[in-house]
């Protein structure tokens, strides 16, 4: 099993940028689908950034952050991260980091197998 803690949350202006971390434990980090969720109060929790197993392989992105928020990972390091540029208030959420074995569903909380404790993010206008 792997466990997942994130770090980097913190305080941002509108149009500032923050650098979230997602460190795993566990052997077998580079067979694990990574993803990024965050959840706002008072709403669903939703997808918001994905990687694919091989190093170099595909990123998957929620629209509303395409083209700001970029996701990566270093599997010597067993680390994921998430570059957030351009951030906006409605960025506010808590980010969760999640591993998925066995599914290929990059963008569905069902499919995830393990996940951090969250880390805050809170972006003021």
């Known amino acids: 099993q792997v466990q997942l803690v994130e770090s980097g949350g913190g305080l941002a202006q509108a149009g500032g940028s923050l650098r979230l971390s997602c460190a795993a434990s566990g052997r077998t980090f580079s067979t694990y689908l990574m993803g990024w969720f965050r959840q706002a109060p008072g709403k669903e929790r939703e997808f918001v950034a994905a990687?694919?197993?091989?190093?170099?392989?595909?990123?998957y992105y929620a629209d509303s952050v395409k083209g700001r928020f970029t996701i990566s990972r270093d599997n010597a390091k067993m680390s994921v991260y998430l570059q957030m540029n351009s951030l906006k208030p409605e960025d506010t959420a808590v980010y969760y980091c999640?591993?998925?074995?066995?599914?290929?569903?990059?963008?569905?909380?069902?499919?995830?197998?393990?996940w951090g404790q969250g880390t805050q993010v809170t972006v003021s206008s």
């Open positions: 999640a591993g998925d074995r066995y599914s290929n569903n990059y963008d569905r909380i069902s499919s995830y197998d393990y």
């Open positions: 990687i694919s197993r091989r190093s170099g392989g595909s990123t």
